[in-house]
Structure formats: structure tokens, C-alpha cells
């Protein structure tokens, strides 16, 4: 298998995973704070991941993989709660869309810049892929009327921090997965308590540790893969494909909540595979 191939691949696995952890965070958020049950997974899955580390004995790698891992951590967890602030002021739908497509290509972008032009093929996978994305994310249910610009500035800067994410993370690899990981969750647990310090929730702190590991570890899961596919392949294939990830939740609402995806939904599903493939040759 080509390395593009392998790095579409492994980058499909992020995404499924990514939007089973949404999905499940998600259920969680009905209940409880959503920071709490984002907390507390990346909370128990760095607990993980230390115990796994020490008990292998896995060898630390350098300090450059490190910064650059508590880095996309640290600026990640912000731009999470940057995101959770836009969807609260605005019309989801269309503040979802615009940080969806901003997460894949900012890393594009880069990628361009650092590792030069793709081929044709790969070039029209990449703008499927965004394509995609849009139609995936963005509801025609909620066409952004009434939605305020800061809400859209909001949601446009955190899909800038979330590709920016996804960059340091590429940047982090090459010398081990599992302590870069590490470092990437401890710096977001501290980020994300600062965040709770400043503006803590005001209702009951209780009903989110469940939803909250299962998230967790399922992000983490995908934050490895993804960490796996950019060591094997070019960022922009690996972003693109990774920020597929909101399909994975619409699939699994339609499966347990019967909550069913929309034309325009189930015609993005359509241009993404389509964009895989193209991605993987």
C-alpha cells in the first residue's frame, strides 16, 4: 500500500473514532456540563496513558516531540471550549460547517507549503474531501439566520486551533506515539482546569464521569491513529480525511437515537467516500 493509502486508511479509523467520541460525548453533554465530560475523559485517559507508559517502560523521547505535543494539548483544549462558547450563541449548523472546513485546511495549507504540491489525484481528493466536510457539518436547518458575527468569528478561530492542533501534532511524531500522547493530555487537562476556574459550570457537578471516559479514551484512541497516520503519509491527506469525523456521529445517531441524516448529509457521506478513494491511490 502506497503511503497516501496507508495514511487515508489509518486516518478513516480517526475519524470513525473521533465521532464515536463526539457522539458519546455528546449524549453526556445532555446531562452535565460539556467541559466536565470533556475533562473528565481527558482527565482518566491521561491516567491511562501514564500507567501504560511506566508499566512498559516506553522510552522518552526527545524534548522537541514533547513541546510540540503539550502545545496542540494546551491551545486544543482552548479552542475546544472557544467552540463550545460559538455553538451556544449561534446557529450550529452553519458555526459547525465553518470550523469543520478550517480544521482541514489549515493543515492543507501547510502542507502545501511544506511538503509541496500533491498530485492530481490526490489535489481533487483533497477538495472532495473539504466539500465533503461542509455538506456533512453544515444543516441547511439552520441557515445562520440570526447568528451573530461573534459567533462565526468565534467558530472560525477555533477551527483555525484545531487545525493548528493537528499540525503540532504531526510535528510531535517520528520518535514514539504514547509519551507524545501524554504530554498532548496533560497539558489539556490543565488548560481545560484553568478554563473551568475561570468560568466554572453553575449546575450540579455530577452525571458526566461514564460518558466522559468512554469519550475520552475514544479520542484518544483516534488522537494515536491520527498521530500513526501523519508519520505515514502527508498531513493534508490525514487531516482531511480525519475531519471526516462528523459523519461517524450523524451515523450513530441515526443507528441508536434514530435521529436520520439529511439529503444534503447523506450526499456528503457519498463525496467523502468518494474522496477517500481518490485520496488512497
Request: net charge positive; charged share 10%; with cysteine.
Amino acid at each position: 500500500m502506497s503511503s497516501s493509502g496507508a495514511a487515508a486508511g489509518l486516518g478513516l479509523i480517526s475519524a470513525a473514532t473521533w465521532g464515536g467520541s463526539d457522539f458519546v460525548g455528546g449524549l453526556g453533554a445532555r446531562r452535565a456540563p460539556a467541559l466536565l465530560v470533556v475533562c473528565s475523559g481527558h482527565l482518566v485517559s491521561l491516567f491511562v496513558l501514564l500507567a501504560v507508559c511506566l508499566g512498559m517502560k516506553v522510552a522518552l523521547p526527545g524534548a522537541h516531540p514533547l513541546i510540540y505535543a503539550a502545545l496542540g494539548g494546551a491551545e486544543g483544549a482552548v479552542a475546544l471550549a472557544v467552540f463550545y462558547r460559538a455553538l451556544a450563541m449561534g446557529a450550529m449548523g452553519l458555526t459547525a460547517a465553518l470550523t469543520g472546513l478550517l480544521t482541514a485546511l489549515v493543515p492543507v495549507l501547510f502542507s502545501l507549503i511544506h511538503d509541496g504540491l500533491p498530485t492530481p489525484l490526490t489535489a481533487a481528493g483533497l477538495a472532495m474531501g473539504c466539500v465533503a466536510i461542509w455538506l456533512i457539518s453544515h444543516s441547511p436547518r439552520a441557515r445562520g439566520a440570526g447568528t451573530p458575527p461573534l459567533a462565526l468569528l468565534l467558530g472560525a478561530l477555533s477551527g483555525i486551533g484545531f487545525g493548528t492542533q493537528l499540525i503540532l501534532f504531526k510535528m510531535a511524531g517520528g520518535e514514539g506515539l504514547l509519551w507524545p500522547m501524554t504530554a498532548a493530555r496533560a497539558a489539556g487537562v490543565v488548560a481545560m482546569v484553568l478554563v473551568l476556574l475561570v468560568k466554572p459550570p453553575k449546575c450540579a457537578w455530577r452525571g458526566f464521569w461514564l460518558t466522559g471516559i468512554m469519550a475520552g479514551m475514544l479520542d484518544t484512541f483516534g488522537n494515536l491513529v491520527y498521530f500513526r497516520a501523519t508519520e505515514l503519509g502527508r498531513l493534508d491527506v490525514a487531516a482531511v480525511v480525519c475531519s471526516l469525523y462528523p459523519a461517524g456521529t450523524i451515523l450513530l445517531a441515526a443507528l441508536v437515537l434514530r435521529e436520520w441524516p439529511t439529503r444534503r448529509q447523506v450526499g456528503g457521506m457519498g463525496v467523502a467516500l468518494v474522496a477517500v478513494v481518490l485520496l488512497s491511490l
